[in-house]
């Protein structure tokens, strides 16, 4: 399997340690406190709006809100699944069937290399839509279930509304630079692999020539000489089983796939978040 170099892995949610070990860039974990990030990202109105969220009175709870059940936990898994099932099923991403290569084989690799990344790039930003979607209508069904508690819950239930509202934009540009990054990765594996198979190739030929030298030295009649000649052709460059043509791109499938998986763990931390504030409401 084609491997590409570790570096240094940083700390943090499993998206970003995937993408330090995949990416070739080597940027310093950075040193700011998540409130000095989040004074950055946040403008003017919308620390107003949190600050408003934070000190005004809570909002007024509803009477008669129906209680968090058994039922409502299901739905909040069945959405999760459904979304791992969309990233896991995806027919972009699925790995091919391969057998020990062959001399046939030769045109499976010339037309996985000739592959674009913009196909995966697509499908990337597709299933991130679908995440957004998604988790995006639980939250606020979440919120408005948690909203219908108490006066404390109320109020927690507006803060989340409006930092969804204020990062909303910032998320998706961070979010949105991650298939950029990943098209570095499929290149570098693409090379990796057709110098890997180059060099299978001209190994292939100097055993083949060697052996063809070594048979005609041994037979000195021309009868052994034809079956010298056979034996190189029967001994044609085939590449050994350790660089199966098209490898590179069923590591980089598997590669977006964890990448992906590890986005829906940090895209559903809010909604984590509001299912143990019911849970405990």
Excluded at 61 to 85: H, I, M, N, Q, Y
Excluded at 262 to 280: H, S, T
């Amino acid at each position: 399997m084609l491997q590409i170099p570790q570096r240094t892995v940083f700390s943090g949610p499993a998206l970003i340690r995937l993408l330090a070990r995949l990416t070739d860039a080597d940027v310093p974990e950075s040193r700011q406190s998540l409130s000095d990030r989040l004074s950055q990202w946040l403008g003017w109105t919308d620390a107003i709006a949190l600050s408003s969220a934070l000190n005004g009175n809570p909002p007024a709870v509803a009477s008669g809100a129906r209680p968090f059940g058994s039922a409502d936990e299901e739905e909040c898994a069945r959405v999760r699944s459904s979304l791992t099932k969309a990233i896991a099923g995806d027919s972009v991403l699925a790995t091919a069937k391969r057998r020990a290569p062959a001399p046939a084989s030769a045109p499976s690799a010339a037309t996985d290399a000739a592959i674009d990344y913009a196909v995966f790039r697509q499908r990337y930003l597709s299933l991130q839509q679908t995440m957004e979607t998604g988790i995006g209508t639980l939250r606020g069904r979440l919120r408005g279930m948690l909203a219908a508690r108490t006066p404390a819950m109320s109020r927690l239930a507006l803060v989340d509304a409006v930092m969804e509202r204020a990062l909303a934009e910032r998320e998706r540009g961070v979010l949105g630079a991650v298939p950029g990054l990943l098209a570095g990765h499929f290149e570098r594996l693409r090379v990796a692999e057709q110098a890997a198979l180059a060099e299978a190739k001209a190994e292939a030929e100097a055993e083949a020539e060697a052996e063809a030298e070594a048979n005609a030295n041994v037979n000195a009649n021309a009868n052994a000489n034809a079956n010298a000649n056979a034996n190189a052709n029967a001994n044609a460059p085939a590449l050994t089983s350790a660089h199966i043509p098209g490898a590179w791109l069923d590591v980089f499938r598997k590669d977006m796939q964890s990448v992906l998986l590890a986005e829906l763990d940090v895209r559903f931390q809010p909604v984590e978040g509001l299912l143990a504030a019911l849970r405990a409401s």
